[in-house]
């Protein structure tokens, strides 16, 4: 008995010390974005005046919402692709260049930033040289944040993919349904938390990305993570303490509210898959 508790808390212990060490220093961070001091780690009272400063930042205001322009577009073109592309190795086994293409929507996840951001570079200023096109700014940054998230998203639905059953898709087609209409009536409805999750995950790794963004942004194009990290290098300013508490407060309701939205529609799910069940054995 006794060793089963000590086993117990221990896992417990060690449990809370992980997450002590993850969360810790965010709580820290938000604490000290309402400190009224230059000094972060001098408490001088509590006090809201870096987030009044903040909205007269002109420079951390466009970085936000270039960043977010950025991370909508590049968030949805990559949930698009990355589903297309998992779609196709999850359901189709055999076709040519299979192993070549699996390898390369593979590439991003195993290769640095750094080497894409710097291959895409090379790439674009040599289009340039030939066609004058892309100007570097938002559309180059795209680009490379679309490459990268892709590969993210791909997993993700191909996770989903392979746990669902062709059966469904199988009994669609067999009810005279096209390709494209099982695709999109059975197999879209059926993968839409996958889709969402993807979309979750690569909107987070685009908006926060700053390697590839130093890479492809251009004169008047700094995103917001190229901004704050320009001022930490400079020294730790307190707004940045603000732009973080509020990045991470939007990115808490956003993922909370996808949450419940997921979870109601996965009962609701439930409960006509119960009632269809229930029909079919009357």
């Known amino acids: 008995m006794n060793k089963t508790f000590l ?120 289009a340039q040289k030939l066609f004058g096109f892309p100007e570097r700014g938002l559309f180059t940054i795209w680009i490379g944040h679309t490459l990268l998230g892709m590969a993210y998203a791909a997993v993700v639905v191909r996770s989903r993919l392979r746990e669902m059953s062709r059966s469904l898709e199988e009994a669609a087609m067999d009810l005279g349904c096209r390709p494209h209409q099982v695709f999109f009536l059975v197999t879209l409805p059926n993968i839409k938390q996958a889709l969402v999750s993807a979309w979750l995950l690569t909107f987070t790794l685009s908006l926060d990305d700053v390697v590839l963004s130093a890479f492809l942004s251009g004169p008047g194009s700094s995103t917001m993570p190229i901004v704050i990290f320009s001022r930490a290098r400079l020294g730790l300013d307190p707004r940045v303490n603000a732009v973080a508490a509020l990045t991470i407060l939007v990115v808490t309701v956003a993922v909370i509210a996808s949450s419940l ?22």
Do not use: C, H
């Open 261 to 282: 939205l997921l979870a109601r529609a996965e009962r609701l799910r439930q409960k006509q898959i119960s009632a269809a069940v229930k029909g079919d054995a009357a």
């Open 7 to 126: 086993q117990r808390w221990f896992g417990r212990g060690w449990l809370s010390l992980g997450y002590l060490f993850l969360y810790l220093p965010i709580i820290v961070l938000i604490v000290f974005s309402f400190n009224n001091s230059r000094q972060d780690m001098a408490w001088a009272g509590f006090s809201t005046r870096w987030y009044g400063e903040l909205m007269n930042d002109a420079e951390i205001i466009s970085g936000f919402g270039l960043s977010l322009r950025i991370a909508l577009l590049a968030a949805t073109a990559s949930v698009v692709l990355g589903t297309l592309a998992a779609f196709t190795l999850q359901r189709y086994r055999r076709f040519m260049g299979r192993t070549l293409f699996a390898g390369m929507l593979s590439a991003p996840l195993v290769m640095p930033e750094v080497i894409i951001g710097l291959s895409l570079l090379l790439m674009l200023v040599s």
